[in-house]
């Protein structure tokens, strides 16, 4: 079961994600995505003075994933490090 935590820790982290992306659909709301920027700190604010545009909905959303991608790569990678080194 301890092998399975980083895998079980990123699911859950990318299924915030994208709850967190659909009130900006459905809400009219000019905060509705903050707690998607939030999720994805610190890449959100790296890419968004970066790009252009980043006051648009399309280059929000590619600044949410791309640093959703990265957060999760980070997460995985740190966590089985640290399963493998409890497991020894």
Do not use: E, H, Q
Not at 41 to 49: D, E, F, G
Not at 78 to 84: A, I, P, S, T
């Amino acid at each position: 079961m301890l092998r399975k935590t980083p895998i079980i820790v990123v699911a859950i982290y990318l299924i915030l994600v994208l709850v967190a992306i659909i009130p900006i659909f459905t809400g009219d709301d000019p905060l509705s995505g903050i707690l998607a920027i939030v999720l994805t700190v610190p890449w959100s604010s790296i890419l968004s003075n970066l790009l252009p545009g980043s006051g648009s909905v399309p280059v929000g959303l590619l600044v949410v994933a791309v640093g959703a991608a990265i957060n999760a790569a980070i997460l995985y990678f740190g966590l089985r490090w640290l399963v493998n080194r409890l497991a020894k």
